[in-house]
């Protein structure tokens, strides 16, 4: 008798009727109401899994009602600005510069700030972690009589806006670029008195290293820079490169004191403004304030002349010259460097490991010809400009490589140092290869002045520029969709003191650290904006 019922169930349909599964669902039915009766009140349960699309039907209509995952919030939107009063046991959120020597001649308290620069402690490090490591996440500002602040982000400031953290006066005149070393040890300044200075801050007070020398002209930037294409960060060398507005790269050996560029290395031009009045005008500084002198005076190991003039012309006139606004020492490309100038969006990228000397002169310097290019994306780009725009600022992607360039058209363009050419005008072809279609504009992003500039955050997703339009536009480099290059604005609220009626304040120099951002605009103030 067992053996036949094994036999007919063995032959027996295996979908089950309908009055089966009505049995079955009635059944289970029970058994969670029977499971719900004993659940104790205030204890979570978790719930029955039922799998298919079986389990939600009577509760949903379709595919369209279910949704597994929820939109989280752009990180943009969780920065915020303390629009608080100054609060003396609270980390700063609004910082002032005070002023040292008014050019004008005309008492102030304050003065406007230029320059910002995170540490890398500050790159790398939350407050929560460098506290727990025992390191300070320190700002550097830099402003226009010379002076400038290095203050702990996560420190409160004390009862006075002008007691916490350093400050004093570095140069005689603007500083316009700010540098820190590899370990924060180091800071390193370029100034409009044609001069940069490397200052040691591992003591109780700040200590003049060196005074870089040679340029003929404001100091637009300044980098560390490793020639030996090694794998560490270029920071912790000892090779220095300067660029300004009188179109020249000097490249400085801070191990040696180099060589004088009066001594017959360059033109008489050169000399008549290091010995005559205009020396003393531009790098003399006001009269009874002077920044002080001591430290070793350094001069370039290697001059390259005209960066950025045009192929077989070069101008001795200083108004003429091609400035230079930017230089990068490539991570992805180690030993490369990338300079951007004032007169078009050409990239010209350097490897200085081979040197040539030039015989003009009877002591002969090493110079250097660019060794690649990357086109100009505001003529050859989408959209085109009907003219070259020069560029502002650059920055390098830690992810991918890419350089952004941030130029006068008022947009951020996405260049690829791999597809340099060897011409700065060589087949259309290679300029799609070069320029990436990735490009980031807004309504409120206008680059007025060269004074505007932009960071990359540490983790290289979100870029942030200054604007004429009274604020800080910030991009998503990994937004897809609608939010694919579309800009989130950081206002800057009320001015901290006058401010003419009509007027719109300019945000020039901008920073990222870790979790937080800086912003310097030309009502006084520096903003800080943190992650909630």
């Known amino acids: 008798r067992k053996r036949a019922e094994e036999v007919t169930r063995y032959f027996a349909p295996s979908t089950p009727t309908r009055a089966e599964k009505r049995l079955r669902q009635e059944e289970a039915m029970e058994v ?314 050409i990239v010209k990228l350097w490897d200085l490991r081979f040197p040539t000397p030039t015989n003009r002169h009877p002591d002969p310097r090493p110079s250097h010809s660019a060794a690649l290019f990357l086109p100009d994306p505001t003529t050859f780009g989408a959209p085109t400009s009907r003219r070259p725009r020069g560029i502002h600022s650059l920055v390098e992607s830690p992810t991918t490589g890419d350089l952004y360039a941030l130029t006068g058209d008022a947009r951020i363009h996405t260049l690829r140092p791999s597809y340099a050419t060897l011409s700065p005008t060589p087949e259309t072809d290679v300029f799609s290869e070069a320029i990436l279609p990735e490009s980031y504009a807004s309504d409120e992003l206008r680059t007025s002045s060269f004074f505007v500039r932009m960071s990359l955050c540490p983790d290289g997703r979100y870029l942030a520029a200054g604007s004429g339009k009274g604020g800080v536009v910030a991009f998503d480099t990994q937004a897809r969709g609608a939010e694919k290059g579309k800009g989130v604005k950081f206002g800057l609220g009320d001015p901290a003191g006058y401010w003419p009626e009509g007027r719109t304040r300019e945000v020039g120099a901008v920073d990222w650290g870790r979790g937080v951002m800086a912003a310097c605009s030309d009502d006084l103030v520096t903003r800080v904006w943190r992650a909630e």
Not at 124 to 131: G, W
Not at 150 to 172: F, L, M, S, T
Not at 224 to 236: E, L, M, N, V, W
Request: aromatic share 6%; glycine share 10%.
């Open 32 to 345: 969670e109401k029977e499971e719900e009766e004993v659940k104790p009140a205030n204890v979570w349960v978790r719930g029955r899994r039922r799998l298919g699309v079986a389990a939600y039907r009577g509760q949903v209509t379709g595919f369209e009602s279910i949704t597994p995952f929820h939109n989280q919030p752009s990180y943009l939107t969780t920065l915020t600005h303390s629009l608080m009063p100054f609060m003396h046991n609270t980390p700063p959120s609004s910082i002032l510069l005070p002023s040292l020597h008014s050019p004008t001649g005309r008492p102030r308290d304050w003065s406007p700030a230029l320059c910002v620069q995170f540490s890398h402690t500050a790159k790398l490090h939350t407050a929560v972690s460098a506290k727990d490591a025992g390191l300070r996440r320190m700002m550097a500002i830099a402003g226009e009589e010379g002076g400038i602040r290095v203050i702990d982000v996560d420190a409160p400031q004390g009862h006075h806006r002008e007691e916490g953290g350093w400050w004093w006066r570095a140069h005689a005149n603007a500083i316009f670029d700010v540098k820190w070393s590899g370990d924060d040890s180091r800071i390193m300044t370029a100034s409009g008195d044609q001069t940069t200075r490397i200052h040691a801050l591992d003591g109780s007070t700040p200590t003049l290293l060196a005074t870089l020398r040679g340029h003929t002209s404001s100091i637009k930037s300044s980098i560390f820079y490793d020639p030996t294409r090694g794998s560490g960060d270029a920071s912790k060398g000892s090779v220095v490169a300067t660029a300004g507005r009188d179109g020249n790269i000097l490249i400085y050996d801070l191990r040696c004191s180099g060589r004088r560029l009066g001594d017959g290395a360059v033109t008489d031009e050169y000399d008549a403004r290091r010995n005559g009045r205009e020396r003393d005008r531009y790098s003399a500084g006001i009269p009874g304030f002077t920044p002080r002198r001591e430290g070793e005076e350094v001069d370039p190991v290697m001059v390259i002349r005209g960066a950025h003039a045009e192929s077989g012309r070069r101008s001795n006139s200083r108004t003429l010259a091609r400035s230079v606004t930017s230089l990068i020492a490539l991570q992805a490309m180690p030993g490369i460097l990338a300079s951007g100038g004032t007169a078009d969006g």
